[in-house]
């Protein structure tokens, strides 16, 4: 991938982002050190629309109605210190 520094995409910015539009995409350095990378965005025609996950496994289990007091026992038990035999 190509690395410009700073100053060189300061100047050229124009021309880098130009180029990034018709994907390639480019990291810009400071100091030698890479601290972002421009990529091409998808023209908004071109997304797909989002689908919501909430409600995704809805009607394929189940929570049982004494969920809050499964294990109750066990769980007083290992805070007391009570070996379950």
Same mark, same amino acid.
């Given at each position: ?10 100047t ?5 982002? &130009?180029?990034a ?24 025609? &071109? ?20 969920? &809050?007091?499964?294990?109750q ?13």
């Amino acid at each position: 991938m190509k690395q410009v520094n700073m100053h060189e995409a300061k100047t050229h910015l124009s021309r880098l982002v &130009d180029e990034a539009a018709a994907g390639q995409s480019f990291v810009i350095c400071k100091a030698g050190k890479p601290m972002v990378r421009v990529t091409p965005l998808v023209q908004s025609g &071109d997304l797909a629309p989002v689908s919501s996950r909430l409600g995704l496994l809805r009607g394929a289990c189940s929570v049982p109605n004494d969920f &809050d007091q499964m294990g109750q026992e066990a769980i007083a038990n290992l805070f007391e210190g009570i070996a379950e035999s």
